[in-house]
Each structure stands twice: as C-alpha cells, then as structure tokens.
C-alpha cells in the first residue's frame, strides 16, 4: 500500500499529508479573497443603489407635497406638475366610499387649489384642463348630493 492509501486507511496524518493540506488551505484563502472583495463589493452596490432608490422616492414625494400646499406665490407652482396632481387628487376623490365623504373637507380644499392654479397659471392648455377638472369635480358633488339625498328619502319611508 501506499502511504496515502494508508493514511486514509488508518486514519494516522504524515508530515508530508500536513504539508499538502496547509498548501491547498493557502490556495484556498487566496482563491477566496477576490470572491470576498467581489461579494462586498456588490453588497456596496446594492446598498448605495437602495439608497439612491429612496432618496428618489422621498424628494418625489416632498416635491409632490410641496406642489399641493395651499398659498404659494405663482413663481413656485410648477403648473403641468400641480395640474396632473390636482387631477389625480379629483379623481381619488371620486373613488371615495360615501361614508368616507360625507363630513370630508377635501371637496373644498381642492376646490381652492383649482382656483388658485387656474389664478397662478397663465397657461391656456392649463387653463382648459383646469376647468373641464373644476367641471366634473362639480358634477360629482352634485351627483352625490342627489344620492345622499335620494337615500335619506328612501330610509325615511
């Protein structure tokens, strides 16, 4: 048998069996130093693009809150921005159960946000838009005030 055999046989390590298991551990740790750099590397990556993703996500949103604010001076209003939000918002209202929307002052918050971006916007597509969404915004509510009435009626008989 040979010594190899033999030491797999018996168990038993020569020095010369140590001295090949310290060179391939060698080579191993070195193989496996460019896979670590590699591996922290895109770790740093994934972690600055999740922060570039929610640095996006946030100034988006406070720039969409800003917009919203009730009182900015005409240089502030971004008006393709407001009118797409104030569009947005007429149309999440329109969603809205009637419970939700009975005692809701929303109707007249934007209400004031139309009128006040239709007086900051000299824009005549702008302009336009604003009035056919001030125009349905009121057909809704009237519509909804029929309802509402046409069910007070109905539970009262």
């Given at each position: 048998m040979?010594?190899e055999?033999s030491?797999?046989?018996t168990?038993?390590r020569?020095?010369s ?12 740790q ?8 590699l591996t ?9 693009g999740l ?14 809150v ?7 001076s ?5 008006c393709p921005?407001?009118v ?9 209202l ?7 929307s ?5 109707d007249?918050?934007?209400?004031t946000?139309i009128?006040?971006?239709q007086?900051?916007?000299?824009d005549?597509?702008?302009q ?7 125009e ?5 509510q ?16």
């Amino acid at each position: 048998m040979s010594s190899e055999s033999s030491s797999v046989l018996t168990g038993r390590r020569e020095p010369s069996d140590t001295a090949l298991l310290a060179k391939q551990g060698s080579q191993s740790q070195r193989s496996r130093t460019p896979s670590r750099t590699l591996t922290r590397f895109f770790l740093w990556v994934r972690i600055l693009g999740l922060v570039a993703i929610i640095g996006y996500g946030v100034t988006g949103a406070y720039l969409g809150v800003v917009q919203q604010r009730v009182g900015l001076s005409p240089g502030e209003i971004d008006c393709p921005y407001r009118v797409n939000l104030i569009r947005d918002r007429v149309v999440a209202l329109t969603q809205r159960s009637p419970h939700q929307s009975h005692h809701d002052p929303q109707d007249d918050v934007v209400s004031t946000l139309i009128r006040e971006t239709q007086a900051a916007c000299p824009d005549p597509d702008a302009q336009h838009t604003l009035e056919s969404i001030a125009e349905r915004l009121h057909a809704y509510q009237r519509n909804r005030a029929e309802d509402s009435q046409a069910r007070h009626e109905l539970l009262a008989l």
